[in-house]
Nanobody, 121 residues
Framework: QVQLVASGGGLLHTGGSLRLSCAAS????????MGWYRQAPGKQRELVAT???????NYADSVKGRFTISRDNAKNTVDLQMNSLKPEDTAVYYC???????????????WGQGTQVTVSS
């Protein structure tokens, strides 16, 4: 079983910056993809950014140029640096990893508890 703990959320004004962090622990053989998703009130959960084990990144169009995702494979952590924040970035942000728990196991998706980011205008 893989456990994810996210931290770094908060309340700030338009134009501010935050750094979200997520640490994976537990039974992990390897982690393929790590990423961040968010869900705003009244909206469906959407992809924000992902990063592969080789460092290939993908971003939602709405955050390109403002957010940067990174990972530390040795520590099993993934961060999301968020700059130039806007009110529309307000959401609960969820850490996600796709990992294999054992050598012969399948790749499963795991979710963190979520951390609130609120950007005031």
């Amino acid at each position: 079983q893989v456990q994810l703990v996210a931290s770094g959320g908060g309340l700030l004004h338009t134009g501010g910056s935050l750094r979200l962090s997520c640490a994976a622990s537990g039974r992990i053989f390897n982690i393929n993809v790590m990423g961040w998703y968010r869900q705003a009130p009244g909206k469906q959960r959407e992809l924000v950014a992902t990063i592969s084990s080789s460092g290939v990144t993908n971003y939602a169009d709405s955050v390109k140029g403002r957010f940067t995702i990174s990972r530390d494979n040795a520590k099993n952590t993934v961060d999301l640096q968020m700059n130039s924040l806007k009110p529309e970035d307000t959401a609960v942000y969820y850490c996600n990893v796709r990992a294999r728990a054992t050598l012969i196991g399948t790749v499963n998706s795991y979710w963190g508890q979520g951390t609130q980011v609120t950007v005031s205008s």
